[in-house]
């Protein structure tokens, strides 16, 4: 990139065409659902976030409100707001909705069992009424390095923060991970029902830096939006009509009990920033101009760029196809 | 100083890099080898607080202490001379979560 397209790009660095990208995008559903995966429509678990919206209305408008399933799989967990926006995606679309508590599934694998375990290896006296999530630090803070903590709120209120420990935090994200791991298998329930194919809502930020549930919310027959960054995401979320409520909320995990922000997750830092801080670093951008435009110091951009390459490494794995000793080949000249 | 050196860089290459730690230098960065990741330093802070009794505080988890064979050993000489005790969980004002 020469100084001049640098500036230019700069200046605006993510902004879409968000009518050719979206008629670009439903070209591609249509293709890759039709033709390449030979399915007759498709089935989106909706959250009532931002992204699953977005890839609801997509599919709506690319394959038809008729050929496409929502699905809204709470558990006890789920923020009540969840399942009340998602509904509100199924009836500005006319598409067909399905509840599903996972619920029952998750204590049948002992979920919550082994999840509170795992905490009092840390807080002993956590109980059925105290309330938990798990944070990292800002990447603004220091040099330190990015360890979660658990923060558990206290029956009367108080809040306890404190480092966990590798047995703890393992052992509370395997069990969490059912969660992910359950709606999937229940959206795959209706894929096998109406031969349609699963779509799955990852944006860029979540592909790339591998914030997923291998099996789980990671899984899915194509995955449209992971080419999009954050704010192009929100871009596209607006032009398609998605609910305004949907578009200001701030993005959550909704795994845990305390409500827990995907910055304090996994991001270490407001989505805006790590939108430019990974383009920056996708299109070999010094940190300097990253700062600038971001509104970071130049050594939080730094930080931001070694922890993109370190969690690419890290979940290299996630993205992973089963690996073979040998390949077989002959099956994949049907494809 | 000897035995505690080989004692942590066996940790890590036992641990880590699954036995194969021909190519780590005790200066190296474990970080910038992909030796460890974020997971990776729990297990060593664990590693080190099961093995040696000693308290790692949160602003002592910093790569100056933990990030090479070396900067272990001259970390853990400093904890094992002062012998803490284990601090309580922090206490934060539900404002500030």
């Not at chain 1, 926006?85 to 199924?90: D, E, M, T, Y």
């Not at chain 1, 909704?254 to 299109?283: A, H, I, R, V, W």
Request: aromatic fraction near 8%; charged fraction near 25%.
């Amino acid at each position: 990139m020469d100084q001049t397209e640098t500036i230019a790009v700069l200046s605006n660095p993510l902004t879409l065409d968000v009518a050719a990208e979206a008629q670009r995008i439903e070209a591609s559903i249509r293709e890759m659902v039709f033709k390449r995966l030979k399915r007759k429509g498709a089935v989106i678990g909706v959250s009532g976030g931002i992204d699953s919206s977005v890839v609801a209305f997509l599919c709506a408008r690319a394959l038809g409100p008729e050929r496409v399933v929502v699905l809204f799989t709470p558990e006890l967990d789920s923020s009540s707001d969840s399942l009340r926006l998602g509904q509100s995606v199924a009836g500005a679309l006319g598409v067909r909705s399905f509840v599903e508590d996972i619920s029952p599934i998750l204590k049948g694998a002992k979920c919550y069992e082994r999840r509170d375990e795992a905490i009092r290896q840390v807080f002993p006296d956590f109980g059925p009424q105290h309330k938990m999530k798990i944070v990292l630090p800002s990447i603004k803070e220091d040099s330190k390095y990015s360890l979660f903590s658990l923060v558990v709120q206290a029956p009367d209120g108080t809040i306890h923060k404190k480092r966990l420990t590798a047995d703890a935090y393992l052992g509370i994200l395997a069990s969490t991970n059912f969660k992910q791991r359950a709606r999937k298998m229940i959206e795959y329930h209706y894929a096998d029902r109406y031969q349609y194919a699963v779509a799955g809502t990852p944006n860029r930020l979540e592909y790339d830096q591998g914030f997923f549930v291998k099996n789980g919310d990671g899984s899915a027959d194509f995955k449209p939006i992971a080419h999009l960054y954050k704010s192009q995401v929100y871009q596209l979320a607006e032009y398609l009509g998605v609910p305004e409520e949907i578009r200001q909320r701030t993005p959550t995990t909704d795994t845990y009990s305390l409500e827990q922000t995907q910055e304090e997750f996994y991001f270490s830092m407001p989505l805006p920033q790590f939108d430019l801080c990974l383009f920056g670093k996708n299109n070999g951008l010094a940190p300097e101009e990253i700062a600038e435009l971001a509104g970071l110091t130049t050594g939080a951009v730094e930080r931001a760029y070694q922890q993109i390459d370190s969690k690419r490494a890290v979940t290299h794995y996630l993205r992973a196809q089963p690996l073979l000793v040998d390949p077989v080949t002959e099956c994949e000249m049907h494809a | 100083m000897y035995d505690l050196q080989r004692e942590l860089r066996d940790f890590i290459v036992t641990n880590f890099m699954f036995g194969e730690g021909a190519g780590l230098a005790d200066s190296d960065s474990f970080i910038s080898k992909g030796v460890i990741d974020s997971t990776g330093v729990l297990e060593l802070v664990m590693h080190i607080e099961e093995t040696y009794h000693v308290q790692v505080k949160d602003n002592e988890l910093v790569p100056e202490n933990l990030d090479s064979v070396d900067n272990l050993v001259a970390f853990l000489s400093r904890k094992l001379a002062q012998k803490e005790t284990p601090a309580d969980a922090e206490l934060v004002a539900a404002s500030q979560a």
